[in-house]
């Protein structure tokens, strides 16, 4: 619904506001994020004059990428030039399910840069850096401004295989439970004498890297432990 794409606009404003260069979704984690609830069943009725009675629906995956993009249009046009990246999973097959038309997405000029995750959906939450079809991740951004990069274990030839077959680099997610020395160690990956980054470490201490939330709609989330307070 509207209403609930307009509260997360909300919760995405306030941290924009401070001045933040852009903004990262994460989709490799909950989703889906639609299944057959009773506003997804009015848009397929809507949209095709009749009840949807099949979870295997074709017409269910093309219904999902239209939610999908039409959102992440939305945030793109809050984000103005501001970077958006997305975390998407490592397949084709995976992002059809959910309704990420990475294509699309990079086409239109929505999404400036996808990280390959390498997460398969399953129920053991299988992971593996093998999942990545980085062959995928090359035709979806191929003839666009848009890039990709893979999620990062801390493993260098990981890194040196990103590189090699096409990505722009690494990136990581859940970054507030990342420790401050694996930050600096990656940043050496592409600063062989460590240069830069020891000069953007005397300039960036810790306490000035993390913004977190403090509120919305009146709610002061600081007075419960961070890994509550989702």
């Not at 397929?44 to 999908?68: C, Q, T």
């Amino acid at each position: 619904r509207k209403e609930v794409q307009d509260w997360f606009l909300r919760l995405y404003a306030e941290k924009l506001a401070s001045k933040a260069d852009g903004l990262s979704l994460v989709w490799i984690r909950a989703l889906p994020a639609m299944l057959f609830e009773p506003a997804f069943r009015e848009r397929f009725r809507a949209a095709y004059g009749e009840e949807l009675r099949d979870e295997n629906d074709p017409r269910v995956k093309i219904l999902r990428a239209e939610i999908m993009t039409g959102f992440h249009r939305r945030i793109r046009a809050l984000l103005g030039k501001r970077k958006f990246t997305v975390f998407v999973p490592p397949d084709p097959e995976t992002c059809a399910d959910f309704g990420l038309d990475l294509r699309r997405l990079a086409q239109e000029g929505i999404v400036d840069e996808f990280v390959a995750g390498n997460t398969k959906q399953t129920a053991n939450h299988d992971e593996a850096f093998s999942f990545i079809d980085f062959a995928f991740f090359r035709s979806a951004c191929a003839g666009t401004s848009a890039t990709f990069r893979t999620y990062f274990w801390g493993w260098l030839p990981d890194y040196l295989t990103s590189v090699s077959e096409g990505a722009a680099g690494v990136a990581y997610w859940d970054a507030a439970a990342k420790p401050w020395r694996l930050w600096e160690e990656t940043r050496l990956l592409d600063d062989r004498d460590g240069v830069k980054a020891k000069a953007w470490k005397a300039a960036n201490p810790p306490a000035a890297r993390v913004r977190p939330f403090k509120t919305l709609d009146g709610f002061d989330y600081t007075r419960y432990p961070w890994h509550v307070a989702y």
